[in-house]
Structure formats: C-alpha cells, structure tokens
C-alpha cells in the first residue's frame, strides 16, 4: 500500500525559506525575522507570490505592514489562518 504524504503548511513555508537562503530547516528558529535569514525585499515579494499561488490565497499586503520584519512564524500563522478562512468558506 502506498502512502501519501502532505506536508502541512509549515513544512512547506519552511521549505520554500530554505530553498532562498543558505540555512537548512533546521538551521533557523520561527521566531527569527525574515530580514534576519538574509532575504532582501525582492525575495521576500517572491516568496510571498509563491505561498499564495501554493495555498492559492491572498496575503494582504499594504504599505504599513513591513512583512520583512516579520517572524516565519507570523507568516505560517498567517498562511494557517488564510487557508482555514477559504476551507470555511467553501
């Protein structure tokens, strides 16, 4: 019997951070910030496109809300709770 593994939405976060940087998944904390894992602005735009076509979601982004300076974990709880919302919805 074959088995189907589905990564939470974490794990896949977690993998697409370290896919841009040099550390591994387990080089880095979720309390570290995204500026503090070496991703410019421009990478941090590119990583935001790719959750939201990934989970096919919209991260609300306006200028007050310097996302950079926000924690992986801020991003996953946000991506959780975006996903649960749609989940809801439909």
């Known amino acids: 019997m074959e088995k189907n593994i589905v990564m939470s939405a974490a794990d896949e976060i977690v993998e697409m951070i370290t896919d841009r940087t040099s550390h591994t998944s387990g080089g880095f904390h979720l309390s570290e910030s995204l500026n503090n894992l070496g991703l410019d602005s421009m990478e941090v735009v590119s990583l935001v496109f790719d959750i939201e076509e990934k989970f096919n979601i919209q991260i609300p982004l306006n200028a007050n809300m310097d996302i950079e300076s926000k924690t992986v974990a801020d ?7 975006l996903v649960a919302a749609k989940v809801k919805l439909n």
């Open 75 to 81: 991003l996953i709880q946000a991506v959780d709770q």
